[in-house]
């Protein structure tokens, strides 16, 4: 619209009581400034236009005499006058119905909600079945019908020829909303800005590599057709890559799309490449003049050729909106399908209830456990031949995977005790050859597991335990480390008994306690190892007959336990823990009788009393008449002599007084030590201390193969249990609990986030009385 000049302008005319609806809209006093948003992964825009909206009253209207006011409603009145001094009047909007019920404002509600979760399976072709009009004409047939469809402002054109030009590098899509507000008069502050911003936005689709994502504007202003148009590049029309194929494709091949085609010749032909019925096809302008003889040129553009468009546009709108609400709905049963299940997820997954729930899985593990070591046929998992299990076992200690938890038996005792026992074999293989071959232990070729494996453990650890000697530097240095170990005390000198148990001490205790950490190391790995076959195990209960002869609960936490790690990683923790107590417990109650072995070796030597055992001896029962009398007399008075005989024997067996029997010989009994007695004496005492070794380490071993057998039963029916039952996960694994449990929140709270963002879209649709048909 051309400006009036400034003498046209009528002065102010009063506001009548009751204007008419088509020019209501120009009387709005405050509007929202302009707004620039960036939207979608794919650069769009979207510029909301709402300056000041200022207009004149119509032509043609009559004044009303003004009503008697007040000073303050006179005061309002002239602020109202001055706004509404302008040079340019808007076009009324077409297309009727207020911005809040009409189907385009609705249809740029939901296409806004799908763009933000566009990610969602089936929201990708929802968006595509949004309609759009794609103008295919010249660079100025096109920026007159955008003007058009912009309405009669001042800034039409300008904007027209940014929206419109020549070196634009992708699609621009044009979402054009009839707003409220008119675009103000021409080179005013608001439009100047308003154009600004569409320059701005504009200068995003420039550049010299073509792009095949659209930016997206949405433009609002009153007057303002309500359509979705699509401009592209000039390139598309002029060369053929696969880039503007593609584009083509995109926009023209749409089954969605409205070709607009605004020029004969090539763009007919364009259209009717894509559209070869011409049904999608709207003929405007020259285009319609080519085809029609009777229509002229200019009968189909500018307004006409706007509103026919939007008519067009509106009533595909209208005919595909039971689509979108039937595919969202669609959509929104199966996302709340999803959250569900999310939420579902969530709530199994918090950390209280995997902690209750690992620590029912481990207290059938333990159960599942005894079973397996008191024979299990058929499970071969982890099972392995005596060679091989020596062989894994080194491997594990060379990386420093054996030993306890580290408080009593680390990884590095561990390692040291296993390579002192393989160092006297050349190797773990010299050692299963000597096991095999030599000693003969059962079943060592055989591929064993559970209990089978276990007994043959305790073979071999009873037989390591025997093979402990004295180490050569410490007998051949004797008998400076007896002169050392000689002195005086605060009780007088030092004597023969008391030189031997330190020399006992310095021989036994190391080698001893090496080879009593081996053993603890040997009982500790296989238990470890039997995770394996217990879970095997309880894996052959899910069907077959041996599942009607367990609890179902095997199957079922077996399951647990193979589908969440976390709950794994606990039980197996605590099993793993319970297994080091038990060993512990083992290595405590062994190195207890080294360690008072070697500091008094006579109470070991010391031989035990053995109660009379013989049945050929017959014991005589006095009858009641024997018991009164002198033969009764004399029968008790026998039977208390050979009791205090009986006593003597022990507490002389006991005070190691018989020569030559235990201990020292007698001529070193209570005798202070003189170092230069040594020469003669010390032969003696160390036979006797290699007798004493050879004496302990029988002991110890006897004590390792007992001790051993009777931790496998407190381990399946005490340690275990109160290992699962005081599980409550390392620092590490709380974290990662906790952290686990916030990230299914957080995919929980945005699926709830999607489902109502895609309940607002149904509901958006439905307002506008979209109605999905039964048919």
Same mark, same amino acid.
């Given at each position: 619209?051309?400006?009036?000049?400034?003498?046209?302008?009528?002065?102010?005319?009063?506001?009548?009581?009751?204007?008419?609806?088509?020019?209501?809209?120009?009387?709005?006093?405050? !509007?929202?400034?302009?707004?620039?948003?960036?939207?979608?992964?794919?650069?769009?825009?979207?510029?909301?236009?709402?300056?000041?909206?200022?207009?004149?009253?119509?032509?043609?209207?009559?004044?009303?005499?003004?009503?008697?006011?007040?000073?303050?409603?006179?005061?309002?009145?002239?602020?109202?006058?001055?706004?509404?001094?302008?040079?340019?009047?808007?076009?009324?909007?077409?297309?009727?119905?207020?911005?809040?019920?009409?189907?385009?404002?609705?249809?740029?509600?939901?296409?806004?909600?799908?763009?933000?979760?566009?990610?969602?399976?089936?929201?990708?072709?929802?968006?595509?079945?949004?309609?759009?009009?794609?103008?295919?004409?010249?660079?100025?047939?096109?920026? *007159?019908?955008?003007?058009?469809?912009?309405?009669?402002?001042?800034?039409?054109?300008?904007?027209?020829?940014?929206?419109?030009?020549?070196?634009?590098?992708?699609?621009?899509?044009?979402?054009?909303?009839?707003?409220?507000?008119?675009?103000?008069?021409?080179?005013?502050?608001?439009?100047?800005?308003?154009?600004?911003?569409?320059?701005?936005?504009?200068?995003?689709?420039?550049?010299?590599?073509?792009?095949?994502?659209?930016?997206?504007?949405?433009?609002?202003?009153?007057?303002?057709?309500?359509?979705?148009?699509?401009?592209?590049?000039?390139?598309?029309?002029?060369?053929?890559?696969?880039?503007?194929?593609?584009?083509?494709?995109?926009?023209?091949?749409?089954?969605?799309?409205?070709?607009?085609?605004?020029?004969?010749?090539?763009?007919?032909?364009?259209?009717?490449?894509?559209?070869?019925?011409?049904?999608?096809?709207?003929?405007?302008?020259?285009?319609?003049?080519?085809?029609?003889?009777?229509?002229?040129?200019?009968?189909?553009?500018?307004?006409?050729?706007?509103?026919?468009? *939007?008519?067009?546009?509106?009533?595909?709108? !209208?005919?595909?909106?039971?689509?979108?609400?039937?595919?969202?709905?669609?959509?929104?049963?199966?996302?709340?399908?999803?959250?569900?299940?999310?939420?579902? /997820?969530?709530?199994?997954?918090?950390?209280?209830?995997?902690?209750?729930?690992?620590?029912?899985?481990?207290?059938?593990?333990?159960?599942?456990?005894?079973?397996?070591?008191?024979?299990?046929?058929?499970?071969?998992?982890?099972?392995?031949?005596?060679?091989?299990?020596?062989?894994?076992?080194?491997?594990?200690?060379?990386?420093?995977?054996?030993?306890?938890?580290?408080?009593?038996?680390?990884?590095?005792?561990?390692?040291?005790?296993?390579?002192?026992?393989?160092?006297?074999?050349?190797?773990?293989?010299?050692?299963?050859?000597?096991?095999?071959?030599?000693?003969?232990?059962?079943?060592?070729?055989?591929?064993?597991?559970?209990?089978?494996?276990?007994?043959?453990?305790?073979?071999?650890?009873?037989?390591?335990?025997?093979?402990?000697?004295?180490?050569?530097?410490?007998?051949?240095?004797?008998?400076?480390?007896?002169?050392?170990?000689?002195?005086?005390?605060?009780?007088?000198?030092?004597?023969?008994?008391?030189?031997?148990?330190?020399?006992?001490?310095?021989?036994?205790?190391?080698?001893?306690?090496?080879?009593?950490?081996?053993?603890?190391?040997?009982?500790?790995?296989?238990?470890?190892?039997?995770?394996?076959?217990?879970?095997?195990?309880?894996?052959?209960?899910?069907?077959?007959?041996?599942?009607?002869?367990?609890?179902?609960?095997?199957?079922?936490?077996?399951?647990?336990?193979?589908?969440?790690?976390?709950?794994?990683?606990?039980?197996?923790?605590?099993?793993?823990?319970?297994?080091?107590?038990?060993?512990?417990?083992?290595?405590?109650?062994?190195?207890?009788?080294?360690?008072?072995?070697?500091?008094?070796?006579?109470?070991?030597?010391?031989?035990?009393?053995?109660?009379?055992?013989?049945?050929?001896?017959?014991?005589?029962?006095?009858?009641?008449?024997?018991?009164?009398?002198?033969?009764?007399? /004399?029968?008790?008075?026998?039977?208390?002599?050979?009791?205090?005989?009986?006593?003597?024997?022990?507490?002389?067996?006991?005070?190691?007084?018989?020569?030559?029997?235990?201990?020292?010989?007698?001529?070193?009994?209570?005798?202070?030590?003189?170092?230069?007695?040594?020469?003669?004496?010390?032969?003696?005492?160390?036979?006797?201390?290699?007798?004493?070794?050879?004496?302990?380490?029988?002991?110890?071993?006897?004590?390792?193969?007992?001790?051993?057998?009777?931790?496998?039963?407190?381990?399946?029916?005490?340690?275990?249990?109160?290992?699962?039952?005081?599980?409550?996960?390392?620092?590490?694994?709380?974290?990662?609990?906790?952290?686990?449990?916030?990230?299914?929140?957080?995919?929980?709270?945005?699926?709830?986030?999607?489902?109502?963002?895609?309940?607002?879209?149904?509901?958006?649709?439905?307002?506008?009385?979209?109605?999905?048909?039964?048919?």
């Amino acid at each position: 619209p051309q400006a009036v000049p400034q003498a046209q302008i009528p002065p102010p005319m009063p506001v009548p009581p009751r204007l008419p609806q088509a020019h209501a809209q120009a009387t709005h006093l405050s !509007q929202p400034v302009k707004k620039v948003k960036m939207e979608g992964s794919a650069a769009e825009q979207r510029v909301t236009s709402a300056p000041p909206a200022r207009t004149r009253p119509p032509p043609g209207s009559e004044a009303v005499p003004e009503p008697k006011r007040s000073r303050h409603e006179r005061q309002q009145q002239q602020q109202r006058q001055q706004q509404q001094h302008v040079v340019a009047t808007p076009t009324p909007a077409r297309g009727g119905g207020s911005s809040n019920k009409n189907i385009t404002w609705a249809l740029s509600e939901v296409r806004g909600h799908l763009e933000e979760i566009a990610d969602v399976e089936g929201v990708g072709t929802v968006l595509d079945r949004l309609p759009e009009c794609v103008l295919v004409g010249g660079i100025a047939a096109r920026r *007159e019908l955008v003007a058009a469809l912009l309405g009669d402002h001042g800034v039409a054109v300008a904007a027209a020829a940014q929206l419109v030009a020549p070196g634009l590098r992708q699609p621009v899509v044009l979402e054009l909303r009839n707003g409220g507000d008119d675009l103000g008069r021409l080179g005013g502050p608001e439009s100047e800005a308003w154009l600004q911003g569409v320059t701005k936005a504009m200068s995003k689709a420039l550049g010299q590599r073509l792009k095949t994502e659209p930016l997206r504007l949405r433009l609002s202003a009153a007057g303002c057709s309500s359509l979705d148009v699509t401009g592209l590049p000039d390139r598309c029309t002029q060369s053929s890559t696969a880039t503007t194929e593609e584009i083509c494709v995109r926009h023209l091949g749409s089954s969605s799309s409205i070709l607009a085609c605004l020029e004969p010749g090539y763009c007919v032909d364009l259209c009717r490449h894509f559209d070869p019925k011409l049904k999608r096809t709207v003929l405007l302008g020259a285009a319609a003049a080519e085809e029609d003889e009777h229509t002229a040129a200019t009968t189909l553009c500018g307004s006409t050729a706007a509103t026919q468009l *939007e008519r067009r546009f509106a009533a595909l709108c !209208q005919d595909r909106a039971p689509l979108w609400l039937q595919s969202l709905e669609r959509l929104e049963v199966r996302l709340s399908r999803a959250q569900g299940e999310a939420r579902k /997820v969530e709530r199994r997954e918090h950390p209280e209830e995997l902690l209750q729930k690992a620590r029912a899985v481990g207290t059938s593990f333990g159960r599942a456990l005894e079973k397996v070591i008191s024979g299990a046929p058929g499970c071969m998992a982890g099972a392995l031949t005596l060679e091989e299990e020596l062989a894994e076992f080194a491997a594990a200690a060379s990386k420093g995977l054996c030993g306890g938890d580290g408080s009593i038996l680390s990884p590095q005792d561990a390692t040291s005790a296993i390579a002192d026992l393989f160092a006297n074999f050349e190797g773990v293989e010299g050692y299963a050859r000597y096991l095999k071959d030599e000693v003969r232990v059962p079943c060592a070729d055989m591929r064993l597991n559970g209990g089978a494996a276990w007994q043959r453990l305790l073979s071999e650890i009873e037989v390591a335990m025997r093979l402990a000697h004295p180490p050569p530097e410490e007998l051949t240095g004797l008998m400076l480390n007896a002169i050392r170990a000689g002195g005086t005390g605060v009780h007088g000198h030092v004597r023969w008994e008391d030189v031997s148990s330190k020399l006992m001490l310095g021989i036994a205790y190391g080698p001893l306690r090496r080879r009593i950490r081996y053993v603890v190391a040997r009982v500790i790995w296989v238990l470890k190892n039997q995770k394996a076959a217990v879970s095997e195990w309880m894996a052959t209960l899910s069907d077959g007959p041996a599942a009607r002869l367990y609890s179902p609960l095997f199957s079922e936490h077996l399951q647990i336990l193979r589908g969440y790690p976390v709950v794994r990683d606990l039980v197996f923790t605590a099993f793993d823990s319970a297994v080091a107590s038990v060993g512990e417990a083992v290595l405590r109650s062994l190195e207890g009788t080294l360690t008072a072995a070697c500091i008094n070796p006579a109470i070991m030597l010391r031989a035990s009393t053995e109660p009379s055992l013989d049945p050929r001896k017959v014991v005589s029962i006095p009858t009641p008449q024997q018991q009164n009398g002198k033969a009764a007399k /004399v029968a008790k008075a026998e039977r208390a002599a050979e009791a205090r005989a009986r006593v003597a024997q022990e507490m002389r067996k006991r005070e190691n007084v018989v020569a030559g029997e235990t201990g020292l010989p007698a001529q070193l009994l209570d005798r202070v030590f003189e170092p230069s007695d040594c020469t003669q004496l010390l032969p003696f005492v160390e036979v006797k201390l290699r007798n004493a070794f050879n004496v302990l380490a029988g002991i110890l071993s006897n004590q390792a193969f007992a001790f051993s057998d009777t931790s496998l039963a407190n381990l399946c029916r005490r340690e275990v249990d109160e290992a699962m039952n005081k599980m409550q996960g390392s620092p590490q694994q709380k974290a990662a609990l906790d952290a686990k449990h916030k990230e299914l929140d957080s995919m929980a709270n945005e699926v709830e986030q999607r489902l109502a963002k895609l309940r607002r879209c149904c509901t958006t649709l439905r307002s506008v009385g979209v109605v999905v048909s039964s048919a």
